[in-house]
């Protein structure tokens, strides 16, 4: 308990004189508030890139799909033995 009064003396000096602990309180509730502010937002933008990722996975599939349909298509194209893809 002691070092928490330490860490705060220097905070309770930057405040000027008049209803200290209204004002830290005060000051408290809006760091509180930014803070939460900042939470919904971050989960907000997880929340989209959790949806990018997934888009950009099915992308993906499909492009591995095409790619592989159009080498079928077109048969080996490739130096050396025929049979070397199976």
């Known amino acids: 308990m002691d070092n ?8 309770l000096e930057t405040i000027p004189a008049g209803n200290r602990w209204a004002d830290l309180a005060e000051m408290t509730r809006s760091s509180e508030q930014l803070m939460e502010s900042v ?11 959790d949806r990018l990722e997934e888009r950009t996975d099915r992308v993906l599939v499909e492009l591995r799909q095409l790619v592989g349909t159009d080498h079928q ?8 033995d025929p049979g070397a893809d199976e």
């Open 4 to 11: 928490d009064e330490n860490q705060l003396q220097p905070v």
């Open 39 to 49: 939470t919904c937002r971050l989960d907000a933008l997880n929340t989209a890139l």
């Open 73 to 80: 298509r077109r048969g080996h194209e490739g130096c050396g």
